[in-house]
Nanobody, 113 residues
Framework: QVQLVESGGGLVQPGGSLRLSCGAS????????MRWYRQAPGKEREWVASIDNTGGTSAYADAVKGRFTISRDNPKNTVYLEMKSLKPEDTAVYYCRAGTTYWGKGTLVTVST
């Protein structure tokens, strides 16, 4: 059974940092392009960042460029999203995605005083 499980979300003050993890089971992430998405309350899900299967190439949405870093550890079957200088508008449920098929259930990030 394929599972993607996100973790690391929580409440953080503006300007703070969080590191999200996405652990996979039942599939080797080494063969997949991995992505992070987010969905804010009342808004559609949006793409945040991508990383190719070797970790050599990454891409970011303009809203997070320079503040977020995506990385992966294929032997650990885990993808990460390092988030810095967080803003209230980063508040959302964050999801990871493997290829075009598999989604996790998300982890909530709340940026607030």
């Amino acid at each position: 059974q394929v599972q993607l499980v996100e973790s690391g979300g929580g409440l953080v003050q503006p300007g703070g940092s969080l590191r999200l993890s996405c652990g996979a089971s039942g599939l080797p992430i080494s063969i997949y392009l991995m992505r992070w998405y987010r969905q804010a309350p009342g808004k559609e899900r949006e793409w945040v960042a991508s990383i190719d299967n070797t970790g050599g190439t990454s891409a970011y949405a303009d809203a997070v460029k320079g503040r977020f870093t995506i990385s992966r550890d294929n032997p650990k079957n885990t993808v990460y999203l390092e988030m810095k200088s967080l803003k209230p508008e980063d508040t959302a449920v964050y999801y990871c995605r493997a290829g075009t098929t598999y989604w996790g259930k998300g982890t909530l990030v709340t940026v607030s005083t």
